[in-house]
């Protein structure tokens, strides 16, 4: 199971490596319910369903996440989580968006991408500290990996993600 960011790159996520052997179950929170299922790291790219609603855990498209669900889902689980803090009204943000969610089609179930609009959530962005938009904040397990501030185009988002993981 290896992530595969750019031809010829791959990086072995922390759960894929000698540090959680391949048959520890992975918890991963269902964006839809919030419930958090167990999931064998093996089975990663079957497209697994949540044991409680059955919606697919993964669908290749960035989460819109607001005040209520954020912490549920973005906060707990075995998987990464790449948060895109947005606005409607910001125009580097809509620019970014085709190049987040073509990355997010080609990196999930390995990484969640997942994206906040800081104007109906406000409190989640104060707690984050996001001082300009668009932002990306590097998550595993609630703790802040790495930041990136302003667009970036989609080669670099998958360089500065596999920089990112590969040195957790």
């Known amino acids: 199971m290896r992530l595969r960011l750019l031809a010829g790159d791959t990086i072995w996520p ?45 669908t290749g498209q960035p989460v819109a996440l607001g005040e209520h669900d954020f912490a549920a889902v973005a906060l707990r689980g075995d998987i990464p989580v790449l948060v895109d803090f947005w606005a409607a009204w910001c125009g580097p943000c809509r620019m970014f968006a085709p190049v987040f969610a073509a990355t997010a089609a080609g ?8 994206k906040l609009d800081t104007e109906a959530a406000p409190g989640v962005a104060a707690r984050f500290a996001i001082r300009s938009i668009p932002s990306l904040v590097l998550l595993h ?5 790495a930041r990136q501030a302003g667009a970036i185009d989609g080669s670099s988002l998958r360089q500065w993600l596999a920089r990112h993981l590969a040195a957790r």
């Open 107 to 114: 990196l999930e179930p390995h990484v969640r991408f997942v």
């Open 141 to 145: 397990q609630g703790r802040e990996i």
């Open 14 to 58: 922390e759960y894929a490596s000698k540090k959680t052997p391949m048959t520890t179950p992975l918890e991963i929170p269902c964006s839809h319910c919030q419930a958090l299922n167990r999931v064998p790291a093996t089975r990663l790219d079957d497209r697994p369903l949540c044991g409680r609603c059955k919606a697919p855990l993964f």
